[in-house]
């Protein structure tokens, strides 16, 4: 039963990435591809240096990855899971959509 418990601590941990907005906005952009930070920024109206920090914490968790070219670096997702995740709750969010929009337990 504790190892149980534990995994799931540590899949709790792991949608943590995927639950703050900004993060969650983050991915959302990288969905089609290679984007500076700046880029990001200017698309979530978001100043850099926040921008930079939740990519910071994306990169720690293994969610996105980067590559320098020169002086820029561009941020993608790291594995196309990911990307399979974000497409599926799109999918599942089609048929909850109601029930999400009325649901008052999980406001910001």
């Known amino acids: 039963m504790l190892v149980a418990v534990e995994r799931l601590k540590f899949k709790a941990k792991f949608f943590r990435g995927f639950a703050d907005p900004t993060r969650l906005a983050i991915l959302e952009c990288l969905r089609e ?3 500076q930070a700046t880029e990001i920024a200017k698309r979530l109206n978001q100043s850099e240096s926040n921008i930079s ?11 996105i990855r980067n590559r320098r070219n020169g002086r820029n670096i561009y941020y993608s997702i790291r594995i196309d899971k990911v990307r399979k995740m974000l497409e599926s709750a799109d999918e599942a969010l089609k048929q909850v959509y109601d029930e ?9």
């Open 53 to 63: 920090n939740h990519l910071s914490c994306l990169m720690d968790c293994g969610l």
């Open 33 to 35: 591809g290679e984007v």
């Open 100 to 108: 999400i929009a009325a649901c008052v337990r999980y406001e910001e």
